[in-house]
C-alpha cells in the first residue's frame, strides 16, 4: 500500500513539474510575439571592440527617445552572429564580416543578415612602454604572431623572448588579424588567448617584452600604460602610426569597417537606431568614442 | 514523493550523458577519432580547423598534478594539527575561516589571481609574465584544500581512540603516535579527501581562465602557459556555430572532462567506502 501510495506521489510530482515547465515555455514564447509587435526594448550583442561604441550610441539615442530601451552586450563577434542566427539579439554588432559558413547556417534557419557598415576602426599594436621598438613592418608582425620570429633580436630589439598576447579566437578582432596580417595563416599555438581586451592592455602594460593587438580606440584610452607601435605597409613604405587620419586615408594598414547585422531589413525602432547611428549626430559620437567616421 | 527527487538527480546524470553524447559522437565518425587525439587546436583557421584535444588534456593535468601536489602538504598538515593537536579554542577559530575559504567564488579567486598571484609569481621566479600553469595551480589549491582539509579531519577523528592509547602506552612521543599510527590508519579517508579535492580542481573553470593564459601548448613546465579544457569550454562555446565540427569537438572535450571528473569520484568513493566498512 506504502509504495504505491508513494508510487502516486512520484507520478504527482512529476505532473507538476511538466505543469512548471510548460507555463514557463508559454509565458516566454507569448513574451516573443509581443517584442516583435511592439519593439521597445532593442537588444544589440556582439563585438567586445564596438561594445564602447554602441553604449554610447544607446545612450544618445535614448536622450531622444524615452520612450525606448536599448540593451547591449558584448561577447565578442562570433557570439553576437550566433545569437542572431538563434534569434536571440535583434542587432548584431561585428567587427568582422561574417562567414561564408555562418551565411549558409543563417539561410538554413530563414534568416537574412543584413551588413550596414556603421564606422572604421584601426588595430594598434602595442608594446610595453619600456620596449625600444617602436616600428614594423607588416612582414615582421605577421613573422612574430605565426611563431617564426621568437624573439625581439629577430626584429632589430634587444635579446629577449616574444611574448605574445592575442585575443580569444570568438573575437572578431582575431579574426580580422588573422585575415589581414598574418595571410590568413594560423596564429602560432604558444600565443596566449586572453579573454578580454583590457587583460591585453594589462599584461602589455607590466609585462616588459610582451606584444598585443587591440583596437584602437582602447589603445589610445591606455595611452599612459601601453606604447602604440607605427606599422609600416612593407620595408620601403614610411612607419604611420594609427590615427583618425591616417586610419581614414588608408594610410595606415590595419583598419577595418565596423558592422551592425539585422535579420532583413531594418523595420519600426530598430530602423530609427541604424538611421541613427549613420546620422550626422551617430557619427559624432563614432569620432568621440575614438573610431572613425565611415564618410 | 522523496523517492521521486532522489532519482531525479540520477536521470539528470544519466540525461549529461547521453546528451553529451549525441552531440559529440558525430565527430568521431567525421573528422573523426584521429583528429582530436592530435597535438594541435586551432578552432579558428583559414588554413585547416584543427581539433587535437591533447594539449588541453595536458594541460588540465598539469593545472591539477601541481595544485595536487600543493594541496597535500597544506591540507594534511592543517588537517592533522585541528583534529589532534588544536585547543579547542584554536580549532573554535580556524574551522570557520577554512569554511569561509570553500565558500569564496571561484571569479573572486581568480581576480584575487590576476590581481595579487601572478604579479607574485613574475617576480618570485623571473618570468617575463606570470600568466602560467602555476599561477592557476596555486588558486586551484586555495579551492582544494578547504575539502581536504574538513574530510581528512573526519577520517582522523574516526580512528578509534585505543590505537592512539596503545601506541601512547608503549612509550611512544605524541609525535610518533601522529605520523606512525593515527595517519596511517587514516590514510584511505585521507587518500579519498584528496581525490575528491581533485575532483573540484579538474572542473573548476574561471579562476583558471584569468590566470594560465590559455595558450594551446603541451608542457609539462609549470612556468608555461597552459589551455585547460573546461576554459576551452568556456572560451568558445558562446561563439561557435551550432552543429559546426567545432562544436562537436567541444562536446567531446566535455565528455573527456566528465570522464575524468567520474573516474576520480569513483574511486574516491570506493576508496571511502572500503575504509569505513574497515
Not at chain 1, 583596437?215 to 602610426?241: F, H, Q, R, W
Not at chain 2, 540520477?10 to 592530435?38: N, Q, R, T
Request: glycine share 8%; hydrophobic share 45%; net charge positive.
Amino acid at each position: 500500500m506504502g509504495s504505491i501510495d508513494k508510487h502516486i506521489k512520484a507520478i504527482l510530482v512529476t505532473g507538476l513539474v511538466a505543469a512548471v515547465v510548460a507555463i514557463l515555455v508559454a509565458g516566454c514564447s507569448k513574451q516573443d510575439d509581443k517584442a516583435q509587435s511592439e519593439k521597445r526594448y532593442i537588444t544589440i550583442k556582439g563585438s567586445d571592440t564596438m561594445v564602447h561604441l554602441v553604449s554610447n550610441w544607446a545612450e544618445a539615442f535614448m536622450k531622444k527617445r524615452p520612450d525606448l530601451e536599448v540593451s547591449v552586450t558584448g561577447g565578442g563577434s562570433g557570439t553576437g552572429i550566433a545569437a542572431l542566427l538563434n534569434g536571440t539579439t535583434d542587432i548584431c554588432a561585428s567587427s568582422r564580416k561574417i562567414k561564408d559558413k555562418e551565411l549558409n547556417l543563417a539561410i538554413q534557419k530563414n534568416i537574412h543578415p543584413n551588413e550596414i557598415a556603421v564606422a572604421i576602426d584601426g588595430i594598434a599594436i602595442v608594446v610595453n612602454p619600456a620596449n625600444p621598438v617602436d616600428g614594423l613592418t607588416m612582414q615582421q608582425l605577421s613573422n612574430i604572431f605565426t611563431g617564426k620570429s621568437l624573439r625581439w633580436s629577430d626584429i632589430g630589439g634587444p635579446d629577449e623572448k616574444i611574448d605574445l598576447l592575442s585575443r580569444e579566437s570568438s573575437s572578431g578582432t582575431y579574426v580580422f588579424f588573422q585575415e589581414m596580417v598574418l595571410n590568413k595563416q594560423d596564429f602560432t599555438q604558444a600565443a596566449k588567448l586572453l579573454p578580454a581586451t583590457s587583460a591585453i592592455i594589462q599584461s602589455v602594460s607590466s609585462d616588459k617584452w610582451a606584444i598585443g593587438y587591440v583596437g584602437l580606440g582602447y589603445a589610445v584610452a591606455a595611452a599612459d600604460k601601453v606604447k602604440i607601435v607605427a606599422i609600416k605597409a612593407d620595408e620601403n613604405s614610411p612607419a604611420v602610426m594609427p590615427s583618425e587620419k591616417t586610419v581614414k586615408s588608408g594610410e595606415y594598414p590595419i583598419a577595418r569597417p565596423l558592422h551592425l547585422y539585422l535579420n532583413g531589413e531594418p523595420k519600426g525602432t530598430l530602423k530609427d537606431f541604424v538611421d541613427f547611428c549613420l546620422s550626422a549626430e551617430g557619427q559624432k559620437v563614432v569620432s568621440q568614442t575614438g573610431y572613425v567616421t565611415i564618410q | 514523493m522523496l523517492l521521486s527527487t532522489a532519482t531525479t538527480s540520477i536521470l539528470i546524470v544519466a540525461g549529461i550523458f547521453v546528451f553529451l553524447g549525441k552531440e559529440g559522437s558525430p565527430f568521431l565518425a567525421k573528422p573523426g577519432l584521429k583528429e582530436l587525439i592530435s597535438t594541435r587546436w586551432m578552432p579558428v583557421s583559414f588554413q585547416k580547423e584543427s581539433f587535437g584535444i591533447l594539449p588541453l588534456v595536458t594541460g588540465s593535468l598539469l593545472v591539477t598534478a601541481l595544485a595536487t601536489l600543493l594541496t597535500i602538504p597544506f591540507g594534511v598538515g592543517a588537517s592533522v594539527y585541528i583534529s589532534e593537536l588544536a585547543r579547542p579554542v584554536e580549532r573554535e577559530i580556524l574551522k570557520p575561516f577554512i569554511e569561509v575559504l570553500a565558500g569564496i567564488p571561484s571569479v573572486v579567486i581568480g581576480f584575487f589571481g590576476l590581481v595579487v598571484i601572478v604579479p607574485l609569481i613574475k617576480t618570485c621566479f623571473r618570468l617575463s609574465t606570470g600568466l602560467t600553469a602555476l599561477a592557476g595551480a596555486v588558486l586551484l589549491a586555495l579551492m582544494a584544500i578547504p575539502t581536504v582539509i574538513s574530510i581528512s579531519e573526519d577520517a582522523l577523528r574516526s580512528v578509534p581512540t585505543s590505537y592512539k592509547a596503545a601506541s601512547l602506552a608503549l612509550g611512544a612521543s605524541k609525535m610518533q603516535t601522529i605520523w606512525r599510527v593515527t595517519v596511517p590508519a587514516a590514510l584511505p579517508g585521507i587518500t579519498a579527501a584528496i581525490m575528491l579535492g581533485m575532483g573540484r580542481v579538474i572542473g573548476e573553470t574561471m579562476a583558471v581562465m584569468m590566470v594560465t593564459g590559455n595558450a594551446a601548448v603541451m608542457t609539462a613546465s609549470p612556468f608555461d602557459s597552459v589551455r585547460t579544457m573546461t576554459a576551452t569550454i568556456a572560451a568558445e562555446m558562446g561563439e561557435v556555430a551550432f552543429g559546426s565540427d567545432h562544436y562537436r569537438a567541444l562536446f567531446c572535450v566535455g565528455i573527456a572532462l566528465l570522464l575524468a571528473t567520474f573516474g576520480l569520484n569513483m574511486v574516491a568513493q570506493k576508496v571511502l567506502k572500503k575504509y569505513r566498512m574497515g
